[in-house]
């Protein structure tokens, strides 16, 4: 069987890793186009794979093209097709410009194209309609609103959110190199039975926390500032630490809001300073967990205490300004 000096390389792309069996020695069996297919999709490695499994990942599998036999050749060529045709790759594409390919791709077939497998399990081999190139959309099933601005896709699960790019996959493949570049070209067997492993980003998922200040009775000699000591931890670290106030010149009620906190952590919210006149009406130390979508409470109500005391309070604000190598003090009576 004749080879091409000219090669034809068909990816899986850089955020997949291909999991295939080491090629056979000897000589490669010229490639059978004809020959049915398999697929298998695993959302991401090892280290991501317990939390992965409660994302609901499933699988939208587009065809991008056919795959014709060179005649001579132990090689093929791609036919685009439908609304693929525009696409272009040189004659030597390399992962950047495949990426770059299956972003085109995704952005017609999210555009209206449908899948020829839609919402399959991850980790089960797929039944492939025939040989070709695929595009490969990875996405949480529950999920409406899966697609990014950027053209990605996402998936999450209570902690974290799970970004995939699209992928393109070539069918039949053949053993991926150390930079994960499949020649089709090369020395090897033809693998029918595909596994890929793709690479997701993954981001903390944030959640916000509200302090409710509710200040029942008002004494006019001094502005009543309230100063509590916020701390989250999440698997036993801290992280996030703060001390914040909120004043009053009249009754009524404040709020604080706290942004970003991971979500999963518990934060403790204490009121360490009441003035000199209020006494807490509610305990003085909260605990809640943050959630996603959710904004937690931790309300706190005070009232005056009937003495003739006054008093105030300030938060100092400590900032070092790396440039100047200096520390600036910054005095707050309400960093709300």
């Known amino acids: 069987m004749k080879r091409k000096g000219n090669l034809l390389l068909a990816f899986v792309l850089a955020v997949c890793a ?12 010229a490639v059978d186009v004809s020959k049915s297919c398999t697929l298998t999709v695993s959302p991401g490695g090892a280290d991501f794979a317990e939390d992965l499994a409660k994302a609901n990942v499933v699988i939208d599998l587009y065809k991008v093209a056919d795959v014709v036999a060179d005649d001579g050749y132990d090689t093929y060529n791609y036919k685009f097709l439908g609304g693929y045709t525009g696409l272009k790759y040189s004659g030597k594409p390399d992962n950047a410009e495949w990426t770059a390919l299956a972003k085109e791709a995704a952005k017609i077939a999210l555009n209206g ?22 595009l490969i959309i990875a996405r949480g099933a529950d999920i409406a609103d899966y697609v990014t601005a950027e053209g990605n ?23 991926a190199d150390e930079n994960g570049n499949i020649n089709t070209a090369g020395d090897g067997e033809w693998i029918y039975d595909l596994s890929v492993t793709l690479k997701p980003e993954r981001d903390q998922r944030n959640g916000s926390l509200e302090i409710v200040k509710t200040l029942q009775t008002y ?3 001094d502005p009543a500032t309230f100063v509590f000591e916020v701390n989250a931890v999440l698997d036993g670290r801290l992280v996030y630490s703060d001390v914040v106030s909120l004043s009053f010149t009249q009754p009524g009620q404040k709020f604080k809001l706290i942004e970003n906190l991971p979500v999963g952590a518990v934060v403790t919210v204490k009121e360490i300073y009441s003035g000199a006149v209020y006494q807490l009406v ?3 130390e909260q605990t809640v967990e943050i ?20 008093g105030g309070a300030v938060i100092n604000q400590f900032d070092y300004d790396a440039e100047a190598q200096h520390w600036n003090w910054t005095q707050h009576t309400d960093t709300e």
């Open 18 to 29: 291909v999991l295939a069996t080491p090629a056979l020695d000897g000589a490669a069996k």
């Open 113 to 134: 194209d449908s899948p020829v497998v839609k919402d399959a399990p991850v980790n089960k081999a797929m039944n492939i309609p025939g040989c070709g190139l695929y």
């Open 153 to 175: 896709t996402i998936a999450r699960t209570p902690e974290y959110t799970y970004t995939f790019a699209p992928s393109l996959v070539s069918l039949p493949s053949k053993e």
């Open 219 to 221: 004494e006019s000699k």
């Open 282 to 284: 509610t305990a003085e």
């Open 291 to 310: 959630l996603a979508n959710e904004v937690a409470s931790a309300a706190f109500t005070n009232d005056y205490d009937n003495s003739d005391k006054g």
